[in-house]
Nanobody, 118 residues
Framework: QVQLVESGGGLVQAGGSLRLSCAAS??????MGWFRQAPGKEREFVAA????????RYADSVKGRFTISRDNAKNTVYLQMSSLKPEDTAVYYC?????????????WGQGTQVTVSS
């Protein structure tokens, strides 16, 4: 049974940092990524990484502030978030897929709340 379990969310002041983790179990994935959904808004792509950990993609809104990385030995993907802004407040979802594609995923986590106070 495939599971994606996120952790690391919380409350942080603007300008602060958080690191999200997503541990996968049940199989390995070629692509792992992060999405987010703010209240009243649609879910949006944040970042993704292919298996090599070098081929990555970011949303323009987080470029230069967020960094995605992965530890394939631990089947875990991370999202280091820095210089956080109130508009980064959202539920962050981990996503994973066995194919090399950035924007479509078959597997999803339950989400972790990130709240950035001004």
């Amino acid at each position: 049974q495939v599971q994606l379990v996120e952790s690391g969310g919380g409350l942080v002041q603007a300008g602060g940092s958080l690191r999200l983790s997503c541990a996968a179990s049940g199989r390995t994935f070629y692509t792992m990524g992060w999405f987010r959904q703010a209240p009243g808004k649609e879910r949006e792509f944040v970042a993704a990484s292919l298996w090599d950990g070098v081929t990555t993609r970011y949303a323009d809104s987080v470029k230069g502030r967020f960094t995605i990385s992965r530890d394939n030995a631990k089947n875990t993907v991370y999202l280091q978030m820095s210089s956080l802004k109130p508009e980064d407040t959202a539920v962050y979802y981990c996503a994973a897929d066995p194919r090399p594609r950035f924007f479509e995923y078959d597997y999803w986590g339950q989400g972790t709340q990130v709240t950035v106070s001004s």
